[in-house]
């Protein structure tokens, strides 16, 4: 225990050297108002430990808080409801010590028991979490997941207010675990009293409460009184009306019913918007830490061969396709999106060269190309987009024939490994926190190679796990050598190109002309639509 | 009629098992795996393990659907898989706004069905005739969809008579409700128009004629009580074509029904919405046309009940 750190400052500037800068409260800010977001899709589920969609994603951030949590706006981590903590020389002991005074929406105040019971109740077969595995390196989450155990071993309640985690490995991500949803701090009483039905009756010590959920209708959200950081929310209610299609929102925008469509500009309405100047500025735009890309499945043959990989990277033109969706994305040459920590600048990646292509594929021995089958998820714009990947390749002899299926069959046949290559769009990924180590793991690493994983390209780089391993033994997740060697991952990465990246999304969020604050809480990078706690009204 | 009664219902408790079955070995052989849809894309393969055993999904096809029968006996639709909720509860929650779309479909279809046949058979052989028929012609065959988009279109968008969906108000039905009742209208258009046409052969309205009664009293009054009885059956099996248009009725118009709820939970794979949605279906169509068998012999004593 060598860094006692007492104040959350204090702690930011040790662990976080590029972090040192917390929110400035907006001067102009007006409590009071109702804004109404709408999505197309009821909501599955408030409860923390199983909500994962983009959709209740952000809702469950503002009805509950974990240890840590995001500056608004921003993926520079601050204490949450830890007020300040500590980390061991050795890296494998955290210590956190809870802000004093904080109380669920129930009135009781929260303690270290909350925390540790919390931390159980995720990992514990029974709660069927998908994010039960973010806590893999806490000390005896084994003996949890196999039913040998029902505490984990790790976490120890120090005194009311502390809380000690050990860990089993270090674990550079684990401040981002604690700021998951994952990680919320839950009332035990609250969730034995409703059962199974905890996500439908949530109780947390977020800036918002549950007032009303009309099934299939619509979610009233209140302002939580009591809320223990100053001064936010602005808003008195936010009402999440659902069952409403992306462009009958955008109709009801224009009409003044509606302060933020949830699912988005619809895409055939992308250019009419952004060609009206009235319209276009109330549309924020920002990066996301989103990359879409086609994945070539390395256990295919010719696909096994590097060079073919290579040539398929050079074969594609993607500032066309960028051009499919309207510019709404900017070309990718790697792995990791713009926005995300390790991402290596100047990089150029592959060119667009069909002759070098062409060129490769003959040393290979496939002058006359060869037939494959390029996977894709059936919605718009993917069809299309997959229609001018077929094109490209068909100029290098490629011949590819699109199989257009449900999401949950790409989805299948991904995981299987018998898809050839399948082109990400509408299930790409968006990180699950901004660490470059979570472009890694699942979908390009040994761990998600398996039978079902998310690495369809099946690509299995045991030197690079082994990279990786170590990038993350760090303690501090922004130290620049932790990054460099996460860059070096990717380059590697890039030299087997099992990938082809094809572009980064960029994220359009439209508001009614009421709506206040900060461009940046319009794009915040982990919630989205926005930031519900910081955003305001203006009239 | 008892022995009838209890024949029907035995027939439609079959059907029912029947429908469960089907239904069932349909979404086990879905090339989709719904574990991996609760997993999520993060989660470690015991993660995905864990969550298959704790919903019994490892278990023999057999196992699972007994299972399954064994809480529907007992009343019991499962939870659903990724809203972790009753589905009972979830299509409890939804049904209300079923119920009072097909009502609006209903009446909409019975205005306008009726309204033309009535026309197109006191003008028969007209180009009033013609012009209805082809109209009830495009109802029938017209997509839902694409109706419904049209009407949202013009009468919600361009002349904003209509509230753009939703659902609330007697002005949120209208649209929906005429956009699943048109099919019937079309349809109901032609039998009553046929129907009409052959009461008004009859010689009781020769003999109304004859008396020197007005024309309209002879058609409102004398014709049609008698044109109409063969299409009050057919209400009943409206409910199945109904069933069907739901889906995307409540999706264009974001009515928050059971026809909207099935939509989610099938792009979802959550495989007890799917199945629970299938069976409250199938149960309103058989009963619908349990009814339709019942009311006939009421109308037509020519008819009877054995």
């Known amino acids: 225990m060598t860094r006692l750190l007492a104040s959350s400052a204090v702690a930011l500037a040790l662990s976080l050297p590029a972090a040192a800068q917390d929110y400035v409260p907006d001067p102009n800010a007006k409590p009071g108002g109702n804004i109404v977001i709408t999505y197309k899709d009821d909501v599955a589920t408030l409860d923390p430990a199983i909500g994962y969609d983009w959709q209740n994603w952000s809702m469950i951030k503002s009805l509950f808080d974990g240890l840590m949590d995001y500056v608004p706006g921003t993926t520079e ?136 959920w009309t099934l299939g209708q619509r979610l009233v959200f209140e ?11 602005y808003l008195d209610t936010i009402t999440f009306e659902v069952g409403q299609e992306p462009i009958v929102a955008l109709l009801r925008l224009q009409n003044g019913e509606v302060d933020v469509p949830g699912d988005g500009i619809p895409p055939a309405k992308f250019v009419e918007v952004m060609a009206d100047p009235a319209q276009a500025a109330r549309v924020v735009e920002g990066g996301q830490l989103h990359t879409g890309y086609i994945t070539l499945n390395v256990t295919i043959p010719p696909l096994d061969n590097p060079e073919v990989r290579k040539a398929i990277n050079m074969a594609i033109n993607k500032e066309r396709i960028t051009q499919i969706i309207n510019g709404r994305a900017v070309a990718a040459s790697q792995p990791l999106p713009p926005s995300m920590p390790g991402y290596t600048e100047g990089f150029e ?50 011949r590819a024939s699109i199989q257009s299926l449900a999401q949950a069959n790409v989805i299948e046949a991904g995981g299987a490994g018998t898809a050839p290559m399948i082109w990400s769009g509408g299930m790409a990924w968006i990180a699950d926190f901004p660490d470059p180590s979570n472009f890694y793991g699942p979908i390009l690493g040994c761990a998600g190679a398996g039978e079902g994983g998310w690495n369809w390209s099946k690509y299995c780089n045991e ?22 060697k996460w860059s070096e991952v990717y380059m590697k990465v890039m030299e087997d190109a099992p990938w082809v990246p094809v572009f980064n999304e960029q994220r359009y969020t439209m508001k009614s002309a009421r709506m206040g604050g900060a461009d940046a809480l319009y794009v915040d990078p982990v919630s989205i639509p926005v930031n519900y706690d910081y955003v305001y009204v203006t009239e | 009629m008892a022995a009838f009664l209890a024949r029907r219902l035995v027939q439609s408790a079959l059907i029912l098992l029947g429908v469960s079955f089907v239904t069932f070995v349909l979404l086990y052989a879905l090339p989709a795996d719904p574990v991996r849809q609760i997993a999520g894309r993060s989660a470690t393969a015991e993660t995905v393990e864990n969550i298959r055993r704790e919903l019994g999904l490892d278990r023999p096809f057999i196992v699972q659907y007994a299972r399954y029968l064994g809480g529907l006996l007992q009343g019991d639709l499962g939870r659903s898989y990724l809203q972790k909720t009753e589905v009972a509860e979830l299509i409890a929650a939804r049904l209300p706004a079923t119920l009072l779309l097909m009502l609006g479909a209903i009446i909409a279809e019975l205005a306008i069905g009726l309204t033309m046949g009535i026309i197109a058979a006191l003008r028969r052989g007209t180009a009033t005739d013609t012009s209805l028929m082809v109209a009830s012609f495009v109802g029938v065959s017209a997509p839902q969809f694409v109706v419904g988009l ?47 046409i052959d009461v008004l052969r009859q010689d009781y309205i020769r003999t109304a004629r004859a008396k ?70 199938a149960f309103a169509i058989v009963l619908g046309n349990l009814l339709a068998d019942l009311v006939t012999p009421f109308i037509d004593p020519r008819i009877r009940i054995r």
Not at chain 1, 370 to 394: C, G, H, K, S, W
Not at chain 1, 472 to 481: L, Y
Not at chain 2, 151 to 177: C, E, K, R, S
Request: proline share 6%; aromatic share 10%.
């Open chain 1, 349 to 398: 990646g592959f060119a667009y060269d069909p002759d070098a292509a062409r060129d490769l594929l003959a040393d290979a021995g496939l002058a006359d190309g060869f037939e494959t089958e390029l996977y894709v998820m059936n919605t718009d714009p993917n069809p299309r987009i997959a229609q001018a990947i077929q094109q490209d390749l068909a100029a290098v002899g490629i």
């Open chain 1, 463 to 484: 030197a690079l796990d082994a990279a990786a391993t170590e990038a993350d033994s760090f303690t501090d997740p922004s130290a620049p050598d932790r990054l460099a």
């Open chain 1, 223 to 233: 302002k939580n009184p009591d809320y223990w950081r100053e001064g936010v929310p």
């Open chain 2, 150 to 196: 049209l009407l949202l279109y013009v009468f919600a968008v361009q002349l904003q008579w209509f509230p753009i969906g939703g659902y609330g108000t007697l002005a949120h039905l209208v649209l929906p409700a005429l956009t699943l009742g048109i099919l019937g209208a079309g349809w109901y258009s032609r039998m009553m128009r046929s129907s009409m």
């Open chain 1, 77 to 212: 981590l601050r204490p949450g409801l830890a007020e300040s903590y500590e980390i061991s020389e050795d890296g494998l002991t955290y210590t956190f010590r809870l802000r004093p005074g904080v109380r669920f929406h129930n009135g009781r105040e929260m303690t270290a028991e909350d925390v540790k019971y919390s931390f159980e109740r995720v990992t514990t077969p029974a709660t069927q979490s998908p994010g039960a595995g973010f806590f893999a390196s806490i000390k005896g989450y084994d003996a949890i997941t196999d039913g040998s155990a029902t505490a984990l071993e790790g976490v120890t309640v120090v005194d009311p207010s502390t809380i000690s985690i050990e860990l089993s490995r270090p674990d550079a991500t684990f401040l981002h675990v604690m700021a998951l949803n994952f990680a919320s701090v839950v009332p035990r009483e609250a969730v034995e009293a409703a059962g199974d039905d905890f996500g439908k009756a949530p109780v947390g010590t977020g800036a918002f409460r549950l007032a009303d």
């Open chain 2, 212 to 281: 020197g009664l007005a024309r309209r009293r002879i058609v409102l009054r004398h014709a049609l009580p008698n044109a109409i009885l063969p299409i009050i059956a057919m209400i009943g099996i409206d409910i199945g074509i109904f069933m069907g248009g739901i889906v995307v009725v409540e999706s264009v118009f974001g009515w928050p029904g059971i026809g909207q709820l099935a939509w989610q939970a099938i792009q979802r794979v959550d495989i007890p919405i799917i199945m629970g949605v299938t069976l409250v279906s």
